[in-house]
């Protein structure tokens, strides 16, 4: 069984659309992440959810909208997309927020930007 | 804000060698947590072994072990009678203590090859 799951997996799309990345966790947990690999595989927080709340958000564009419709689901939204939003998109979840929380990651969606 | 370095781009070794991945990093705080993540070829990240700042001991997971010297601000992994299956990206993270839902800061990371 998924622990935590992404769709697609694979995203290639044209400057300027919107797409959106699904979320899904079945581990029960309270906590939902997103994080971005750039192509130097430099990997960094972008969003953090608690129970649907959003605790963390770490500058990250206005075009960039996570939306979490339960505490199993985090989804990230991206309107007008751009050249420099190509990376691989990690969605984690962990059991609770507090730094002692395993986090568990998905496969990643790789994200390209013609 | 915490940060986390890992000086080593790439590294090499023999299968069934041991090899070392340094990590360091600069925090204020007093408690917190450190990891190592791997990332093989199929991208998945996986967690290899972590250390609480406040526990003196090492933390050990079967052929993975850290060397943590919290005065140095230092956490490598050592890997013993490496593997095929060891080549990967590794990634050091470190996450805080202080309140809320806490973000792993992430390394550069260390892309090991492991020869057959």
Known sequence: DTAVSQTPK????????????????NLG???MYWYKQDSKKFLKI?????NKELIINETVPNRFSPKSPDKAHLNLHINSLELGDSAVYFCASS?????????????GTRLTVL | AQTVTQSQPEMSVQEAETVTLSCTYDTSESNYYLFWYKQPPSR????VIRQEAYKQQNATENRFSVNFQKAAKSFSLK???SQLG??????????GSRGGSEKLVFGK??????NP
């Open chain 2, 109 to 114: 990371g260390t892309k090991l090859t492991v």
């Open chain 1, 10 to 25: 694979y995203l290639v799309t044209q400057m300027g659309n919107d797409k959106s990345i699904k979320c899904e966790q």
């Open chain 1, 46 to 50: 972008m969003f953090s959810y608690n």
């Open chain 1, 29 to 31: 947990h309270d906590t």
């Open chain 1, 95 to 107: 059991r609770g927020q507090g730094a002692y929380n395993e986090q568990f990651f998905g496969p």
């Open chain 2, 86 to 95: 060891d080549t990967a990206m590794y990634f050091c993270a470190f996450t």
């Open chain 2, 79 to 81: 890997i013993s009678d």
């Open chain 2, 44 to 47: 998945q990240m996986i967690l």
